[in-house]
């Protein structure tokens, strides 16, 4: 299953030894490639209770169920429009949508790390796109 031809290169690179993957891993490339499904799939597959052969998730098991339902209790994707200043957007209006991942987004990171994993003791966290870190979030999430 090829997700784009173009990435299968460097999705093999990364999954057929998942044990060697660094701690982090930051995709740099041109707007609409796919760095965020990469991104996904990658972290799906390293939560799946039954990779395939060709490195992806099987879609079949209970941690790829959680997975696409959202609710894989050790994943976390941070995005600037998720986490709890959702509510305070939306009464602000659309004109003034929040473009950045906050510090309090990646303060509630910190537990999430630090708490042992609910299975397999793995967990993923994707967080896109980075360049909307602002500076206090980043440093937040070194220290993290
Ligand atoms: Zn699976």
């Known amino acids: 299953m090829s997700m784009y031809p173009w990435l299968d290169t460097l999705w093999q690179g990364f999954t057929a030894h998942p044990e ?19 991104a996904l799939a990658l972290a799906a597959a390293w939560l799946c209770e039954r990779p395939g052969s060709d490195g992806h998730a099987c879609g079949q098991c209970r941690a790829c169920h959680w997975f696409a ?34 510090i309090a987004q990646v303060r509630a990171l910190h537990d999430f790390v630090n708490l ?9 966290v994707v967080l896109h796109p980075a360049e909307t870190l602002n500076p ?6 070194l220290k993290t």
């Open 136 to 141: 206090a979030a980043a440093n937040a999430l």
């Open 20 to 38: 060697r993957l660094p701690h982090a891993l930051l995709l740099e490339g041109a707007r609409g490639i796919g760095k965020r499904d990469f």
């Open 116 to 124: 042992s994993s609910h299975c397999a003791g793995r967990r993923a």
């Open 69 to 102: 339902q959202g609710s894989h209790p050790d994943f976390r994707l941070l995005e600037p429009f998720a986490g709890e200043d959702e509510d305070a957007e939306a009464e602000e209006g659309a004109s003034r949508k929040k473009r950045e991942i906050s």
